[in-house]
C-alpha cells in the first residue's frame, strides 16, 4: 500500500470513528456522566486490522483530540483516557492480527485486548480519577468493582463484537473503491466473516446488553 493511499485510508477512518462517536451520544449505555459506550473503537480497530498498529495509534490521537475540542466536557485528562483506551484495544487486536490472518486470529486479538483494556482502564481510574473528580481515593476504589470493571467490560464486549460484524463489509467496501487491493483467494477467505462468527457476535452482544439492563436496575 502506497503512502497516499494509506494517509487517504487514516483520515477516512478518523472520520468514520468520529462519526460513530456522535452517534454514541444517542445509545442509552452510561453508568455515570464519563462512563459512557462509545461505539468508535470498533472502527479504529477496523483499522488496525487492515492497515496495522501504528496507524491505528495514529487514529485514536486524532479522534481524542477531534473530541477534545469539540464535544468533551473532560477535558485533558478525558483525552488521555480515550487515547488509551482506544489504543490498547486497537493495537493489541491489530498485532495479534497480524501474525494470525484469520477469523480466529480476530477473535484471540480482540479477546486479549478487551482484556488488557479493562485492565489498563481500571488502573488509570484508580490513579486519575480521583484527580478529575476532587474527592478520596477511597471513594473510586469502591467504584471500581461494582461500576468500572463491568463498564469496560461492556464497551469492550459491544466493540468486540460489532468489529466482528462490520468488518468484513467495510472491508468489501474499501476494495470496491479501489483503496485496499485484494491479495489473492487466500485473504479473501481469510477475513471473511462466516454465520458461525455473526451468530456469536449477536449472542455476544445480546449479554452485554442483558448485563447493563440488570447492572442499572440493581
Given at each position: 500500500?502506497?503512502?497516499?493511499?494509506?494517509?487517504?485510508?487514516?483520515?477516512?477512518?478518523?472520520?468514520?470513528?468520529?462519526?460513530?462517536?456522535?452517534?454514541?451520544?444517542?445509545?442509552?449505555?452510561?453508568?455515570?456522566?464519563?462512563?459512557r459506550y462509545d461505539p468508535k473503537d470498533a472502527i479504529i480497530v477496523i483499522a488496525g486490522l487492515s492497515l496495522g498498529c501504528v496507524p491505528?495509534?495514529?487514529?485514536?490521537?486524532?479522534?481524542?483530540?477531534?473530541?477534545?475540542?469539540?464535544?468533551?466536557?473532560?477535558?485533558?485528562?478525558?483525552?488521555?483516557?480515550?487515547?488509551?483506551?482506544?489504543?490498547?484495544?486497537?493495537?493489541?487486536?491489530?498485532?495479534?492480527?497480524?501474525?494470525?490472518?484469520?477469523?480466529?486470529g480476530a477473535a484471540v486479538g480482540l479477546t486479549l485486548s478487551s482484556a488488557l483494556t479493562v485492565a489498563l482502564m481500571l488502573l488509570w481510574?484508580?490513579?486519575?480519577?480521583?484527580?478529575?473528580?476532587?474527592?478520596?481515593?477511597?471513594?473510586?476504589?469502591?467504584?471500581?468493582?461494582?461500576?468500572?470493571?463491568?463498564?469496560?467490560?461492556?464497551?469492550?464486549?459491544?466493540?468486540?463484537?460489532?468489529?466482528?460484524?462490520?468488518?468484513?463489509?467495510?472491508?468489501?467496501?474499501?476494495?470496491?473503491?479501489?483503496?485496499?487491493?485484494?491479495?489473492?483467494?487466500?485473504?479473501?477467505?481469510?477475513?471473511?466473516?462466516?454465520?458461525?462468527?455473526?451468530?456469536?457476535?449477536?449472542?455476544?452482544?445480546?449479554?452485554?446488553?442483558?448485563?447493563?439492563?440488570?447492572?442499572?436496575?440493581?
Open positions: 500500500m502506497n503512502k497516499t493511499r494509506k494517509i487517504t485510508l487514516i483520515g477516512m477512518f478518523s472520520a468514520l470513528a468520529y462519526v460513530f462517536t456522535l452517534v454514541g451520544h444517542f445509545i442509552p449505555i452510561s453508568f455515570t456522566d464519563f462512563l491505528a495509534l495514529v487514529i485514536s490521537v486524532v479522534v481524542a483530540f477531534l473530541e477534545l475540542i469539540t464535544i468533551s466536557t473532560t477535558g485533558i485528562i478525558g483525552f488521555a483516557m480515550n487515547v488509551l483506551s482506544s489504543a490498547s484495544f486497537a493495537c493489541v487486536a491489530s498485532l495479534v492480527y497480524g501474525k494470525i490472518r484469520s477469523i480466529g481510574n484508580y490513579l486519575i480519577t480521583p484527580l478529575y473528580m476532587g474527592v478520596p481515593r477511597e471513594v473510586v476504589e469502591g467504584m471500581l468493582l461494582p461500576i468500572m470493571l463491568p463498564f469496560n467490560v461492556i464497551k469492550c464486549g459491544l466493540n468486540s463484537a460489532l468489529t466482528m460484524l462490520i468488518y468484513k463489509p467495510c472491508i468489501t467496501a474499501l476494495r470496491k473503491i479501489g483503496l485496499i487491493k485484494s491479495q489473492g483467494n487466500e485473504e479473501k477467505t481469510k477475513v471473511k466473516i462466516n454465520p458461525v462468527a455473526i451468530i456469536l457476535s449477536i449472542g455476544v452482544m445480546a449479554v452485554m446488553i442483558v448485563l447493563f439492563v440488570t447492572l442499572k436496575k440493581s
